[in-house]
């Protein structure tokens, strides 16, 4: 049995940086390519051999729960058109792992999101994926990390290495490496100036956390607006426990902001074996100059 069951989602935050468009539908329900964004980040915890998935969602969300829902009225209408791949997509997602869905009620922070899911998860190591980090990987990062764990039986974060000038919106590790790709964690820093940056690997939305991370959670402070920081929490673990840092391999995407997320839809659509061929043809005429193929990393 896989030594970690249950993947949590947080999605109960507002998308401001994605608005208009996630003023009445949730920025997790946003289409890349034609599949709902957090539909690739629940198949990533699927195809690493979890079954559990908690979905933590707020006001405004439903579509989430209607989508990976049986919809018995699309499902009769696709079966007497005789489409049958359609169907069989749509039943798909619907066998997605169990999923069970807790509301945040108020927008509180990530931190806030993991802690609600408390009694869900209960005494065990668990996952925390941040769909907009959509990442692109022949193994799956996250169970590239799961094998991580299961080394070190400590929390691992995902990192990748990001440029100077870019490192201030991130988490950054302050760590020494252990082996190839893993660091022991020694601190973290949210957002540094890239004067001030630790190191310039940084802290991208994958996560396998130990239980002990919710009395982390319970005890750390508000910060700025009565958020919850998970970093916090991760730092106070790090006096209790050793964490680890996994770069992971792979090509990440930030799809939480308009331009990654054009950029992931672009490379996402090239790699499509029904309209790749045509869509690159199509962008190659577009901009023969500026064309750049689906391995250039994305971000
Ligand atoms: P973000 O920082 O991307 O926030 O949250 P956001 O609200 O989704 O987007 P912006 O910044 O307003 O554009 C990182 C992850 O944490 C979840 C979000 O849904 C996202 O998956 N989150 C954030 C919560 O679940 N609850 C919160 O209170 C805050």
Redesign the pocket.
């Known amino acids: 049995m896989n030594s970690i069951r249950k993947a949590v989602f947080?999605?109960?935050?507002?998308?401001?940086?994605?608005l208009p468009a996630t003023k009445a539908q949730p920025?997790e329900m946003l289409p890349l390519v034609d599949k709902p964004i957090i539909q690739y980040g629940v198949e990533e915890a699927v195809e690493s051999g979890l079954d559990q998935i908690i979905i933590?969602t707020g006001r405004g969300k439903r579509a989430i729960e209607d989508h990976f829902d049986i919809s018995f009225e699309l499902e009769s209408i696709l079966a007497k058109k005789g489409d049958e791949d359609t169907l069989s997509e749509v039943r798909r997602i619907s066998d997605l792992g169990t999923i069970y869905y807790i509301r945040?009620k108020e927008?509180?922070?990530?931190g806030?999101?993991v802690l609600v899911t408390r009694d869900l998860v209960g005494d065990e190591p668990f996952a925390v994926l941040?769909?907009?980090d959509l990442i692109y990987a022949d193994v799956p990062c996250l169970r590239q990390m799961i094998e991580v764990y299961e080394r070190y039986q400590c929390s691992v974060v995902a990192v990748e290495r990001i440029p100077r000038e870019r490192i201030s919106g991130y988490g950054v590790i302050d760590a020494r490496p252990i082996e190839d790709r893993i660091y022991r964690i020694d601190d973290l820093v949210e957002k540094p100036t890239p004067e001030k940056a630790p190191s310039d690997l940084a802290v991208v939305g994958r996560y396998i956390l130990t239980p002990e991370i919710f009395d982390a959670l319970a005890k750390v402070k508000p910060g700025k607006g009565g958020e919850i920081q998970l970093t916090d929490a991760l730092r106070w673990l790090l006096k209790h426990q050793v964490i680890y840092a996994y770069e992971f391999e792979g090509t990440r995407y930030d799809a939480?902001t308009t331009l990654g997320f054009l950029k992931a839809s672009v490379e996402y659509a090239l790699r499509r074996e029904d309209i790749g061929q045509e869509f690159g043809d199509y962008l190659r005429n577009l901009a023969p100059s500026t064309h750049q193929s689906p391995d250039t990393p994305g971000d």
């Open positions: 947080p999605a109960a935050g507002m998308g401001t940086r994605f920025k933590v945040q927008p509180l922070g990530l806030h999101a941040l769909s907009d939480g």
